[in-house]
């Protein structure tokens, strides 16, 4: 199920939640992201749906260690 599925105040507690409980060093979360791509997720796309987040809220951190996302790879590079 999307975030957006939930009406909007929920979906703001939702995301603001979940993306209080991501790791906030950026290498941390590029394992912890990686992982959950390799493990749950065919997508960037759809992990970020999921979890409620926006792609450039992940994109932008990891992007400042010098890691992009890779859809050949369904991983950060």
């Not at 790791?23 to 992990?47: H, K, Q």
């Amino acid at each position: 199920m999307s975030c957006t599925a939930f009406p909007g105040a929920l979906r703001l507690h939702m995301e603001k939640e979940i993306f209080m409980n991501l790791p906030n060093d950026p290498v941390i979360l590029l394992s912890y992201i990686n992982t959950l791509l390799r493990d749950e997720y065919p997508s960037f796309t759809e992990l970020c749906k999921s979890l409620c987040i926006p792609e450039e809220e992940i994109s932008s951190k990891l992007s400042g260690i010098g890691y992009v996302y890779d859809p050949n790879t369904n991983s950060f590079r």
